[in-house]
Nanobody, 123 residues
Framework: QVQLVESGGGLVQAGGSLRLSCAASGLTLSSYALGWFRQAPGKEREFVAFISKSGSFTYYLDSVKGRFTISRDNAKNTVYLEMNGLKPEDTAVYYC????????????????WGQGTQVTVSS
């Protein structure tokens, strides 16, 4: 049974930091490209960050560039999202997702999803 389990969300003041983790079981994460997405209340799910299978290539939503960093530890079967300089507009449920085949910033390309972790940034 494939599972992606996010953790590390919470309530933080604007300007603060959080580190999200996503631990995988039932699949070998090194065989997958990985993404972080988020969904705020009343809004569509949006792409946040991407990392290639090897970790050599990353890509970010423009509004998080320079503040967020995606990384992966294939030995631990885990992907991370380091979030610094958080803003109230970053408030959302954050999801990690696995894509077996290609570079993509589109949610339909991902076939394994976590349950999400809430990030709330107060002003």
């Amino acid at each position: 049974q494939v599972q992606l389990v996010e953790s590390g969300g919470g309530l933080v003041q604007a300007g603060g930091s959080l580190r999200l983790s996503c631990a995988a079981s039932g699949l070998t994460l090194s065989s997958y490209a990985l993404g972080w997405f988020r969904q705020a209340p009343g809004k569509e799910r949006e792409f946040v960050a991407f990392i290639s299978k090897s970790g050599s290539f990353t890509y970010y939503l423009d509004s998080v560039k320079g503040r967020f960093t995606i990384s992966r530890d294939n030995a631990k079967n885990t992907v991370y999202l380091e979030m610094n300089g958080l803003k109230p507009e970053d408030t959302a449920v954050y999801y990690c997702a696995a894509n077996p085949s290609r570079t993509s910033y589109q949610a339909p390309s991902y076939n394994h999803w976590g349950q999400g972790t809430q990030v709330t940034v107060s002003s």
